[in-house]
């Protein structure tokens, strides 16, 4: 109990100095107060893990200063002591936050009970904010990584929809952080203290998945023993998710478009009408314009869902995060392994930016995390990274590096293109964006474009112009 600090509220010195000298003889800092005025100045002046207040005081009630402790300083744990106990006091005590409430003459054992009892508490407390404050920063704006132009337009919806009670739809890729994005989109809103709840629509069949959304009465299928709230019904006052929401059947769909208009529906079974506050987040990699044109996903439900469309663009499109995602991938695994891994090689790095990423975001933190288990080194080397990464690019080696160049020419002609490939990519390459971000005319930069074949290939179209982008060469030096 060592390093604890306690403060004693009590005017009656014949049960401070036996409680200070137990408290002391275990450890404790104790510090006295006499009365409201002096204790709020204490509390105010220092930290106290537990306080003792006595429910009669020369200038108030007891419990006023419980008040005032919970609305200042919710992390300690009050102990109120009276002389003169009700069981009405005692309940009261515990409704307005009181850890314990024990009555004079306090014995050595249940004083010992308290104690424990409130270190316990305020230890919780603490490790609940602690994680509640991780669970923000994991799933905040912050989480989601880029400086790519078309995620500068993500953060700007997201942050633009995110205090509003409006559909969105969020597409992209799989592994392009739709979940992350709908978690960002719930912690900015003022619905953040309320439910999150993700349904992957693909997961489960139709009759379980519109169990599983709406809830179920006891008899309404076979095994239905009990009734059973959807997923709607437990977000009331938070969001609900709906992830690959093109996999939803006919019949469910109809169910969703009423659910997004009305916000009320009946469970399996039932004949209650069930309405609900819950915002509705939803997602999917497929083109469902395309399956409307199919007639494989409802118009009706397609308009109602995209009113607000993120697009969460590839990481093949992006290249020019992927530094920024491999260090920030390095950093959770160094920290989660306890490795000592300072970085990548030149090489490695150049693999990364090279490869496609069919699996966008999601591949490259498998990628990054296997790279730290399996290196032997201080820093990622080509050979730590997965076979599919490391033979994506012809003609790079992992075994030696490339000759170096004969002339001064030839070794500053790489270091350019990939100088400028990079603004290109980072300002999607738009050139007059990337001329001002390198400090060119916009002259200029074609010509160099041109110089180091970062310019499309007509002849593939006839002569036409295409708009393709050249693809990145990779060198290992």
Same mark, same amino acid.
């Given at each position: 109990?060592?390093?604890?600090?306690v403060?004693i509220?009590?005017?009656?010195?014949?049960?401070?100095?036996?409680?200070?000298s137990?408290?002391?003889?275990q450890?404790?800092?104790?510090?006295?107060?006499?009365?409201?005025?002096?204790?709020?100045?204490k509390?105010c002046?220092?930290?106290?893990?537990?306080?003792?207040?006595?429910?009669?005081?020369?200038?108030?009630?007891?419990?006023?200063?419980?008040?005032?402790?919970?609305?200042?300083?919710?992390d300690?744990?009050?102990i109120?002591v009276?002389?003169?106990?009700?069981?009405?006091?005692?309940v009261? =005590?515990?409704r307005?936050?009181?850890?314990d409430?024990?009555?004079k003459?306090?014995?050595e054992?249940?004083?010992?009970i308290?104690?424990?009892?409130a270190?316990a508490?305020?230890?919780?407390?603490?490790?609940?904010?602690?994680?509640?404050?991780?669970?923000?920063?994991?799933?905040?704006?912050?989480?989601?990584?880029?400086?790519?132009a078309?995620?500068?337009?993500?953060?700007? &919806?997201?942050?633009a929809? =995110?205090?509003?009670?409006?559909?969105?739809?969020?597409?992209?890729?799989?592994?392009?952080?739709?979940?992350l994005?709908?978690? =960002?989109?719930?912690?900015?809103?003022?619905?953040?203290?309320?439910?999150?709840?993700?349904?992957?629509?693909?997961?489960l069949?139709?009759?379980?998945?519109?169990?599983?959304?709406?809830?179920?009465?006891?008899?309404?299928?076979?095994?239905a023993?009990?009734?059973?709230?959807g997923?709607?019904?437990?977000?009331?006052?938070?969001?609900?998710?709906?992830?690959?929401?093109?996999?939803?059947?006919?019949?469910?769909?109809?169910?969703?478009?009423r659910?997004?208009?009305?916000?009320?529906?009946?469970?399996?079974?039932?004949?209650?009408?069930?309405?609900?506050?819950?915002?509705?987040?939803l997602?999917?990699?497929?083109?469902?314009?395309?399956?409307?044109?199919?007639?494989?996903f409802?118009?009706?439900?397609?308009?109602?869902?995209?009113?607000?469309?993120?697009?969460?663009?590839?990481?093949?499109?992006?290249?020019?995060?992927?530094? &920024?995602?491999?260090?920030?991938?390095?950093?959770?695994?160094?920290?989660?392994?306890?490795?000592?891994?300072?970085?990548?090689?030149?090489?490695?790095?150049?693999?990364?930016?090279?490869?496609?990423?069919?699996?966008?975001?999601?591949?490259?933190?498998?990628?990054?995390?296997?790279?730290?288990?399996?290196?032997?080194s201080e820093?990622?080397e080509?050979?730590d990274l997965?076979?599919?990464v490391?033979?994506?690019?012809p003609?790079i080696?992992?075994q030696?590096?490339?000759p =170096?160049?004969?002339?001064?020419?030839?070794?500053?002609?790489?270091?350019?293109?990939?100088?400028i490939?990079a603004? &290109?990519?980072?300002?999607?390459?738009?050139k007059?964006?990337?001329?001002?971000?390198?400090?060119?005319?916009?002259?200029?930069?074609?010509?160099?474009?041109?110089?180091l074949g970062?310019?499309?290939?007509k002849?593939?179209?006839?002569?036409?112009?295409?708009?393709?982008?050249?693809?990145r060469?990779?060198?290992?030096?």
């Open positions: 109990m060592a390093n604890h600090s403060l509220v009590d005017s009656d010195a014949s049960f401070v100095n036996p409680l200070a137990y408290l002391e003889e450890g404790f800092d104790v510090s006295r107060s006499g009365s409201i005025a002096e204790a709020r100045e509390c002046n220092g930290d106290f893990d537990i306080v003792f207040v006595e429910t009669e005081l020369p200038d108030g009630d007891g419990f006023d200063l419980l008040d005032w402790l919970r609305e200042h300083y919710s300690v744990s009050v109120l009276t002389g003169y106990g009700t069981v009405e006091n005692a009261e =005590a515990i307005r936050g009181a850890e409430y024990l009555v003459p306090v014995f054992e249940e004083l010992k308290a104690l424990d009892r270190l508490r305020r230890s919780l407390k603490k490790e609940n904010r602690r994680l509640k404050k991780q669970l923000e920063q994991r799933y905040s704006l912050d989480a989601i990584i880029g400086r790519d078309r995620m500068l337009q993500v953060y700007e &919806l997201i942050e929809v =995110a205090d509003t009670r409006t559909t969105v739809l969020i597409t992209g890729e799989s592994g392009t952080g739709k979940s994005t709908a978690r =960002a989109i719930h912690r900015l809103s003022q619905r953040r203290d309320g439910p999150f709840i993700e349904v992957c629509c693909g997961a069949p139709e009759t379980l998945l519109e169990s599983e959304l709406f809830g179920h009465k006891a008899g309404a299928f076979t095994g023993v009990t009734d059973r709230k997923k709607f019904e437990l977000a009331d006052g938070g969001t609900v998710f709906l992830d690959e929401i093109a996999t939803a059947s006919p019949a469910l769909q109809v169910k969703l478009l659910v997004l208009q009305d916000m009320e529906f009946e469970p399996l079974g039932g004949q209650e009408t069930i309405r609900v506050d819950a915002r509705v987040i997602a999917t990699n497929q083109n469902l314009e395309e399956l409307v044109a199919e007639g494989k409802r118009q009706d439900l397609y308009y109602r869902i995209n009113v607000i469309n993120i697009q969460l663009p590839p990481l093949r499109e992006r290249r020019a995060d992927i530094p &920024l995602l491999a260090e920030h991938f390095l950093k959770k695994y160094r920290e989660e392994t306890g490795k000592v891994v300072r970085g990548f090689t030149p090489q490695a790095m150049d693999l990364l930016q090279c490869y496609s990423w069919p699996g966008n975001i999601r591949e490259l933190e498998n990628a990054i995390e296997r790279a730290v288990v399996l290196t032997r820093y990622i080509p050979e997965p076979p599919t490391r033979g994506a690019v003609g080696s992992v030696a590096p490339e =170096a160049p004969n002339n001064l020419k030839a070794a500053l002609q790489d270091p350019e293109r990939r100088l490939l603004a &290109l990519e980072a300002n999607n390459w738009n007059q964006r990337t001329a001002r971000a390198l400090g060119i005319n916009r002259a200029t930069l074609y010509k160099k474009m041109r110089r970062l310019l499309p290939d002849s593939r179209n006839g002569g036409g112009g295409s708009a393709t982008r050249p693809a060469h990779c060198a290992t030096t």
